[in-house]
Structure formats: C-alpha cells, structure tokens
C-alpha cells in the first residue's frame, strides 16, 4: 500500500468547507483516456449496492465458507474480490459512512442513533453531507432502498427525506424475522407499516421488494441506484426450518475444526496468505471438546448459516430480475458487511431451547464469532482486523476482469466517490444551502479496472474509545481503555506480533496522525457524557 499522504491542516470545519471543497466533474466514460466504454446518458451505468449486518470476513463460500453462496460465489468469480477492505466495526457508523463518503463522526452518527447533544454524535444524518442517493439524483439517476436505516429514526431523516425516490425496510435497527418487534418501525416510503402476511420473513421482504424496485427500472429510460441493506445474519437467530435443515449437524465438528477447514480454503484461494498465522482460540471460548450442550451449539450455528443462505437466495432472485430486465452487462454491484462477526450473548439464550422459530430471540456467541472472523482477532465494536475487515465483491461485467483478487487496501469511504466517478456526477459546494463536506474516499474504479489506486490514503478509526489508524503496511490500534498496539500487516494481518516497544517512533508518528484526525472530525473521548451541552458560538468541528 502507497504512501497515503498527509493530512489537512488545523482549520474551521466551516472555513475548510469554504476554502477547499471543490466541484468535481468526470468524464461520461470509464475505461481508460483511449477510447470512451460508455457513451450517452442511457449508458451510464446501474449502481446495486448490498451491505449485509454481523457476517464475518470468511462467511462467504468465495471467502473460505463453507455456507452455501452461490449467488454472491458467482458473484466474486466472476468480478473482483477485494481482500483488505474495511468497514467502521458497527451498524450506524458503518451506514453512515457508506452513504456519505465521510468518516461517521463527521455525518453526525459518532455512535449510534441516540442524540449525544453535539453535531458528531447527534444521531441521524447531517446537513453537511450528501448521501449517494442525493449525489446521484441530481443526474437524473432512480434512486431505491430496500432494507435497514438505521442512520435517523424520525422524521425528516428517513430515507425519502435524504434523496430515495422509493424505500421498503426497517427504519430501525434489528428486528424479530417473523414479525415486527416492538418499538421497532417498518415503512414504505414514508409510510409505517405493519407486516401481516402470516409466511413474512424479512430477509424475503428486502429482497422481493428490491427485485420489484429493478422491476420499476425497466419503465425509464435513466440509470438506477439501489441500495439493499440486509439485517442478516444479525441476532436474532431466525431461520425457515427448511434452510436450517441444510446445516443442522453440519456443525458438530465445532469451532475449532472449522475455523481451520476455512483457514485452509482462504490461504488456497489466495484471500489470505500463508505467512500470517491464524490467531490463537480467543481464551473465553472453551475448546470444543469441552463445550457444553453441543447440540444447541451446532444448533445455533445452523441457524446463523441458514440466515446468509437466504440472504444469497435473495440477491440471487434480485440479479435473476437485472437479467431479465437486460442490464446485466452494464449494472455495477458492490457487496460488503457493516462489520465483523459479533460476539454478543443475548439473555434470550437458552441451552434448553432450540433457536430459529420466531418466539425464540438468541445470538450465535462468542465462539462461533471467533470461526466467523477467521483467522482474525476481536469482533465487532473492536477496530482489531475482526471487528473491521470485510469481504468485499465488486461485479461489473462491462468493465471489472473476471475472477480478480486484489490486495490493494480499500475504505467504506471509497463507496461514495467510486458512485460519483462511474454515474459522471458532480459533489458539490453546497447542497440546499449548507457547505458540503469534501469526500474522504477515493474511487475504486482503478483498482476495479486492474489497476493500481494512486492516490490512496491513510485511514482512520474510532467506535467506543476503540481506535486504530493504517498507513502503508502499518497499523495502529487500540482497545480502549488499553494503550497503543503497532503491527506490520504485511508480515503479520492477523495481530500477534506487536512492535509499540519495538518501534516508538512509529507509534509516536501514527498517533500524532490519530490525535489530528480526531481534532478535525470531531471525535471524542469516551466515554461520552450521557448528552454534553452544546458549544455556544463555537464550532464542534474545529481542528
């Protein structure tokens, strides 16, 4: 990985706003200065973006699974899978993020939905970024949404408030599968709703109403943008029995057989490389042959499989519509995950009770999150590799060559700017009479044409006091409330050796980067004060 290069000066957020946020126009074509692979408003390209909630980086068969993904296998094989993408170790950040090309804070959304009382961590999106949609919409794209917000609970922060012309989904965060929990809010459009069809499963709902969305498509002459937002596989552990029944017993050789077997199969595919040594079995899961109630364990396992299975299902019926619909060729997809496998143990577990059916509310533990990440440390909520690496799947088939692997590092940032640059939009100064906030990301389009990015950056994180920063083959990295941790990654991904003592001019470099980034996006230490009072007359983003 290239030198990142340096980072802004100490200003004004608003006065940097001002002074260096600049227009940006792309050519109406992608395939290199030689001759134009597109032309004409109708050819500019359909934009399908799929993010998915709590999967780990081997989760995916084309990732080292062993769970059925043949849509998103095909997929992979036949575009580009990025091996060292990244996303911000949890739902909110990660979505705000996605949609913004800013890093979370910045979008308002430092945490999660609650208003902490000051502009980085108010809770919902702000008015100084625009999402894709609104990017998009201004080039006379269609711009859908089928899935989980998750980035404003209330109006006018949903998704038709942000720039979606169409939306079916959660607004709120996880949800029983079978049926709506309560305090959770469903909607379409700008309408809530109540599922009452009596064979309801949510997972079935996004997809089908994603296909419809593409459906739509086929009736205008403009180019689309749809965002699908899965809340699989996250808890709780809801399955159709006949998806479950795939997998029951298929995880009674535990978690530690299966995280090797995965281990094996991500080193022959060339998504990992050999020299990294998977990490050691996290110390608070026991060894397999010395769990308790193994039945229910490979029960839970089963039932978290079959909830990506469906998943797959479903993106396979939605790519099924983009083919019958004949914009295949020239569709753009990208899939990646909000963050790393989660490792939370919910009340609801209950050794005596099987999980899957809809009055049951269970998660698949620690354990199995450990397999999920293979061969990585930590989980989601942690900026460790596992809390944050990602597969991510780019198919293009007019541009991206078939059955590429690339190393180069990429960003959930990058998203934004990689939609702006194929849709030859513009990201403007000031969008309804607000300054804008400049990209942090950089398109992708280099490295999904086969080539090297080069302009890369260094990258930055932060979710509960956890923090990390990657420049080069370095990374920086902390679980608050401990110190720094420094490690090589292109010796050593996986985060066994640490260099901090080794190397303190490096930490001492990395962490200045760190402490300027946080000045500068308006991070705070935490934890946070339950809802700080506002600055009066000062500027929260100052730098």
């Not at 942690?382 to 597969?391: F, K, Q, S, Y």
């Not at 194929?422 to 009479?433: E, L, N």
Request: charged share 25%.
């Amino acid at each position: 990985m290239k030198n990142m290069g340096p980072l802004m000066g100490r200003r004004d957020f608003l006065s940097f706003l001002g002074g260096s946020a600049a227009v940006f126009a792309v050519p109406r074509f992608l395939s290199g200065a030689e001759t134009p692979l597109l032309s004409g408003d109708e050819s500019r390209p359909n934009i399908v973006l799929i993010m998915n909630d709590d999967m780990g980086f081997s989760d995916l068969g084309c990732y080292g699974s062993e769970i059925a993904t043949p849509s998103l296998d095909r997929l992979g094989k036949g575009g580009i899978r990025f091996t060292q993408f990244y996303n911000c170790a949890r739902c909110c950040p990660s979505r705000a993020s996605l949609l913004t090309g800013l890093y979370p804070h910045q979008a308002g959304i430092g945490h999660m939905v609650q208003d902490r009382g000051v502009p980085s961590y108010q809770g919902y999106l702000n008015d100084h970024c625009m999402t894709i949609a609104e990017v998009l919409r201004r080039e006379r794209y269609r711009t859908y949404m089928s899935g989980k917000w998750h980035v404003g609970e209330q109006r006018p922060h949903w998704p038709l408030d942000r720039g979606f012309e169409k939306y079916y989904g959660l607004i709120s965060g996880a949800s029983n599968y079978f049926e709506l929990s309560r305090g959770r809010v469903m909607a379409r459009d700008n309408t809530p709703i109540k599922p009452e069809e009596e064979d309801f499963y949510l997972t079935d709902a996004i997809s089908e109403n994603a296909a419809r969305f593409v459906g739509e498509y086929a009736r205008h002459k403009s180019p689309f943008f749809l965002y699908v937002a899965y809340t699989a596989p996250h808890w709780p552990l809801h399955a159709p029995p006949e998806d479950i029944a795939k997998y029951r017993g298929k995880y009674m050789i535990g978690w530690d057989a299966l995280r090797k077997e995965r281990h094996r199969r991500m080193i022959q595919m060339g998504i990992v490389d050999a020299k990294w040594d998977i990490t050691p079995r996290d110390p608070r899961s026991p060894a397999w042959s010395d769990a308790k109630n193994k039945e229910w364990e490979d029960m839970r396992m089963a039932v978290y499989a079959a909830q990506i299975d469906r998943m797959d299902q479903g993106i396979g019926k939605i790519m099924a519509k983009i083919r019958d619909v004949g914009a295949e060729r020239n569709t753009l997809v990208m899939f990646l995950a909000d963050n790393g496998g989660c490792a939370e143990n919910l009340r609801g577990n209950n050794p005596k009770v099987l999980p899957g059916p809809k009055d049951t509310y269970m998660s698949y533990g620690l354990p199995w999150a450990n397999a999920s990440n293979t061969p990585f440390r930590r989980y989601k909520h942690w900026v460790h590799e596992g809390g944050i690496a990602t597969p991510f799947i780019a198919y293009w088939p007019a541009v991206i060559k078939p059955g590429s692997i690339t190393d180069q590092v990429g960003h959930i940032t990058d998203i934004m700017a990689t939609c702006r640059e194929v849709a030859g939009a513009t990201y403007p100064k000031t969008y309804k009479g607000k300054e804008i906030a400049p990209l942090e990301g950089t398109s992708l389009i280099p490295t999904l044409r086969g080539k090297t990015r080069s302009r890369l950056k260094t990258v930055f994180w932060e979710h509960e006091g956890n923090r990390a920063v990657r420049q080069d083959k370095w990374k920086l990295v902390s679980q608050h409330p401990r110190g720094w941790e420094l490690y090589d990654l292109e010796a050593d991904r996986t985060e066994l050796n640490n260099l901090a003592e080794k190397s303190p001019e490096k930490v001492k470099e990395l962490a200045a980067l760190y402490d300027r980034w946080t000045k500068r996006c308006g991070v705070m230490p935490w934890p946070l004060p339950r809802k700080p009072k506002k600055s009066a007359g000062e500027n929260p983003w100052r730098a």
